[in-house]
């Protein structure tokens, strides 16, 4: 895109680790081109397992550049938690989508898409 926007990506996991580790890994893997954004949104504030809809929208927020943000999630109740972020309608910003793809392969293939 010539006008400066890019497409955000947020990595939605139950496990801050694992969330973290596929956009290290998507990121890797991306190559170096243009640098994506890609956020992380694991577990909960306090460092659990779970999910968190305020970690989620930070992410958010923090990847928006103007073209969107796509989300990927690992397991239902993160999909859940995305989807009533979503249905909110000013939680997350405009065009914001769940995208619905295996986590890893899918976290690859829209930040190699993306760059």
């Given at each position: 895109?010539?006008?400066g926007k890019?497409?955000?990506?947020?990595?939605?996991?139950?496990?801050?680790?694992?969330?973290?580790?596929?956009?290290?890994?998507?990121?890797?893997?991306?190559?170096?081109?243009?640098?994506?954004?890609?956020?992380?949104?694991?577990?909960?504030?306090?460092?659990?397992?779970?999910?968190?809809?305020?970690?989620?929208?930070?992410?958010?927020?923090?990847?928006d550049r103007?073209?969107?943000?796509?989300?990927?999630?690992?397991?239902?109740?993160?999909?859940?938690?995305?989807?009533?972020?979503?249905?909110?309608?000013?939680?997350?910003?405009?065009?914001?989508?769940?995208?619905?793809?295996?986590?890893?392969?899918?976290?690859?293939?829209?930040?190699?898409?993306?760059?």
């Amino acid at each position: 895109m010539g006008d400066g926007k890019l497409v955000g990506i947020v990595l939605v996991s139950h496990s801050a680790t694992v969330a973290e580790s596929v956009a290290e890994l998507a990121k890797g893997l991306a190559g170096g081109g243009v640098a994506v954004p890609v956020a992380a949104a694991g577990g909960r504030p306090d460092g659990g397992l779970g999910t968190s809809a305020e970690l989620v929208s930070a992410a958010a927020a923090s990847v928006d550049r103007g073209a969107g943000v796509a989300v990927l999630t690992d397991l239902g109740s993160a999909v859940l938690t995305v989807k009533a972020l979503l249905a909110e309608g000013d939680e997350l910003p405009e065009d914001t989508r769940l995208v619905d793809a295996p986590f890893v392969e899918g976290a690859v293939a829209a930040v190699v898409t993306a760059a």
